[in-house]
């Protein structure tokens, strides 16, 4: 890793609303600080959100990993979960395994592992049931 790059990571509390999205709102005040782009910086922020508010309501926490470079941003969310038993399944939009008590929160509308798809320029996701899920995004910054 270069001189020039920033490397964090944090712990993801499991079922803690409270500080839900701690992580994203850190990382997207040191991109605001590097002045990156603010349409990019949204992008970022809710993909890494949704990764969160994820391991918050189905994994019981996890830990996102985050590599800021000149270029571009790497995150990686790592949990222990149960796992995804269906990934195709997971990722269409509106699909969602939450309980009706977290839909009742506000949460759970099956966009999460789209929109972090979507806002990403390279996305990967790997999860074996009973093992947890990892999930790796990186977005560039434009020039």
């Given at each position: 890793?270069?001189?020039?790059?920033?490397?964090?990571?944090?712990?993801?509390?499991?079922?803690?609303?409270?500080?839900?999205?701690?992580?994203?709102?850190?990382?997207?005040?040191?991109?605001?600080?590097?002045?990156?782009?603010?349409?990019?910086?949204?992008k970022i922020a809710v993909a890494?959100?949704?990764?969160?508010?994820?391991?918050?309501?189905?994994?019981?926490?996890?830990?996102?990993?985050?590599?800021?470079?000149?270029?571009?941003?790497?995150?990686?969310?790592?949990?222990?979960?149960?796992?995804?038993?269906?990934?195709?399944?997971?990722?269409?939009?509106?699909?969602?395994?939450?309980?009706?008590?977290?839909?009742?929160?506000?949460?759970?509308a099956g966009m999460g592992l789209?929109?972090?798809?979507?806002?990403?320029?390279?996305?990967?996701?790997?999860?074996?049931?009973?093992?947890?899920?990892?999930?790796?995004?990186?977005?560039?910054?434009?020039?």
């Amino acid at each position: 890793m270069s001189s020039n790059s920033v490397h964090l990571e944090f712990d993801v509390v499991g079922n803690n609303f409270v500080s839900a999205g701690s992580a994203s709102n850190e990382v997207k005040g040191i991109l605001k600080q590097l002045g990156i782009d603010p349409l990019v910086i949204r992008k970022i922020a809710v993909a890494m959100y949704e990764g969160e508010i994820n391991m918050v309501i189905h994994a019981g926490g996890g830990r996102a990993i985050v590599d800021i470079f000149e270029d571009k941003i790497e995150i990686v969310l790592i949990d222990t979960g149960e796992g995804i038993e269906d990934v195709e399944l997971a990722m269409k939009e509106g699909y969602s395994t939450a309980s009706e008590s977290i839909r009742n929160l506000g949460f759970g509308a099956g966009m999460g592992l789209p929109n972090m798809k979507r806002f990403s320029d390279k996305f990967e996701l790997e999860s074996e049931v009973g093992k947890g899920t990892t999930i790796k995004m990186s977005m560039l910054f434009p020039e």
